[in-house]
């Protein structure tokens, strides 16, 4: 398999043009096949974003890890002393990576999907989902189906609102993350109405229990709005049982809303 390729494309929040960065990876194939943008977690574009690029195109499908920091000076908005991004801005950067994709001719324009980690699992949720109280939504989804990794659920504290899942979605997180609690996410879901949508944790996961190159460690340093004062710590690791059953249900997800990968 080819290393991934680097790539550019340009973005619009809003009124504000940028230009962000991206690693494309692709199968050893030329004909168009189905791609998946994958939206990285509050670190950056790291391992465990990049460990999904490798698995997709191995799977068939063509995979682009956006970096949402790079072009925007910031660094990672993990802690309270990095920068500052909006995981509800990064919706519009999803928007901006399908439209790269759908001008390239090694993609099948009509299977587009997404899937993002933390941070990303919430820039997810903002993309896929909405509500009549937001005055600037995102643009209509231009990707048929989406995953989010460990999202926070809390959606911006919009803990009473109803939203409409605009694409068919699969939030995934483990019961014992206290960064992003997975009971957010179950008071999120008799909230939620149109496409079809499904939450399925894991009984001994932690925060980033996806990522093989992570070990299990407490991160003292991360803002945590779940701990008093939004301060500070949170567990995260890998779960090798928890991440096996992903993948098949990952694989099992898009095969169904994308297509075979040929």
């Given at each position: ?5 680097n790539?550019?494309f ?5 009124h504000d043009?940028l230009?962000l960065?991206?690693k ?20 950056g ?7 999904w ?11 682009l ?14 802690t309270r ?10 919706a ?16 099948r ?11 990303g ?6 993309a ?9 939504p995102?643009?209509?989804?231009a990707?048929v189906a989406a ?10 504290g ?8 605009q694409?068919?979605?699969l939030?995934?997180?483990?019961e014992?993350?206290d960064w ?12 939620l ?7 399925h944790t894991?009984?001994?996961a932690?925060?980033?229990?996806d990522n ?22 949170a ?9 096996r ?15 075979p990968?040929?």
């Open positions: 398999m080819a290393a991934p390729e790539v550019k340009p973005v619009t929040v809003r043009q230009t960065d991206g494309l990876y692709r199968p050893a194939t030329t004909s168009p096949r189905p791609a998946v943008i994958v939206v990285h977690g509050c670190s574009p790291g391992s465990a974003a990049r460990t690029g490798d698995v997709l195109s191995k799977w068939g499908y063509v995979a890890v956006i970096d949402s920091f790079t072009g925007r000076g910031v660094k990672e908005v993990c002393a990095g920068g500052r991004v909006a995981a509800h801005d990064r519009w950067d999803i928007d901006g990576a399908a439209s790269w994709l759908k001008a390239q001719p090694f993609v324009a009509d299977r587009i999907g997404l899937m993002g980690q933390s941070h699992g919430a820039a997810t949720l903002f896929t989902l909405r509500d009549g109280a937001d005055k600037s995102p643009p209509s989804p990707f995953i989010a990794f460990y999202p926070d659920c809390t959606l911006r919009r803990t009473s609102q109803r939203f409409e899942v694409r068919p979605l939030i995934l997180i483990g014992k993350d992003t609690p997975a009971d957010k996410c179950r008071e999120l879901m008799p909230r109405s149109g496409k079809p949508f499904e939450l894991y009984a001994d932690v925060h980033a229990y093989p190159g992570s070990k299990l460690r407490y991160r003292e340093d991360v803002s945590n709005r779940n701990k008093p004062g939004g301060c500070c710590g567990w995260i690791g890998h779960d090798e049982t928890a991440y059953d992903t993948l098949k249900r990952v694989e099992a997800f898009w095969r169904l809303h994308l297509g990968p040929n």
